[in-house]
């Protein structure tokens, strides 16, 4: 597609449920990358994807979150028995990879758990 | 790793009057510097970037500016309009992006 698209839009949960969170970067970029946004807060890393490898996981805050790529194209990161510090908005980047050059945002998934 | 500040944090300017937003780094390695525009309820968009072999790029009524000695590089945006307000992040890469907290612009009308 045109641009970076990420699915749900929305997303309310419960406590306690898991919830998986879709990002489709643009076609032909091989790095990928997702950020959590609190509420009036910067973007906290989660994790990088080149290709379907994950060399930097590091931000990953529990054992809870975790994500994949398939493909070189769709990730979708899950979290685990959701608690209410969960709510934020997950936003997925993607680039070319090939050097340094700047990330194409999606929209975001806005995650409430109650 | 690399180390972005971003002040200030929240910035109120009349339309019309200029605004500045200025970022410092920690890697003197970092060679590429965008600036991404929010608005509320979307994600960040790349408004203009930067490589480390100039000091200074213009588009239209924004600019950046890169002092790599200091390790500090600025957003100027002139002539400020209401459809300016928005959250403003730095970024400065070797090799990964690390970004800034954001700056709230609110242009006053």
């Known amino acids: 597609g045109a641009g970076v698209s990420q699915s749900p839009s929305n997303k309310v949960t419960e406590k306690g449920k898991d919830v998986e969170l879709r990002c489709d970067p643009i076609s032909g970029h091989t790095a990928l990358y997702w950020y959590r946004q609190s509420l009036g807060q910067g973007l906290e890393f989660l994790i990088y994807?080149?290709?379907?490898?994950?060399?930097?996981k590091s931000g990953l805050p529990s054992d809870r979150f975790s994500a994949e790529r398939t493909g070189g194209s769709v990730s979708t990161l899950t979290i685990q028995r959701t608690q209410q510090e969960d709510s934020a908005v997950y936003l997925c980047a993607s680039s070319l990879g090939t050097g340094v050059d700047g990330y194409t945002f999606g929209s975001g998934t806005r995650l409430t758990v109650v | 790793g690399e180390n972005v500040e971003q002040h200030p944090s929240t910035l109120s300017v009349q339309e019309g009057d200029s605004a500045v937003i200025k970022c410092t780094y920690s890697d003197s390695a970092s060679n590429y510097f965008p600036w991404y525009k929010q608005e509320l309820g979307k994600g960040p968009q790349l408004i203009i970037d930067?490589?480390?072999?100039?000091g200074e790029k213009k588009d239209q009524r924004i600019a950046v500016t890169l002092n790599k000695t200091a390790k500090h590089f600025s957003l100027h945006i002139t002539e400020t309009q209401p459809e300016d307000s928005a959250v403003y992040f730095c970024?400065?890469?070797?090799?990964?992006?690390?970004f800034g907290k954001g700056n709230q612009v609110v242009v006053i009308p």
């Open positions: 930067i490589r480390s072999n100039v």
């Open positions: 970024a400065a890469a070797r090799n990964r992006l690390a």
């Open positions: 994807f080149q290709g379907n490898s994950a060399p930097d």
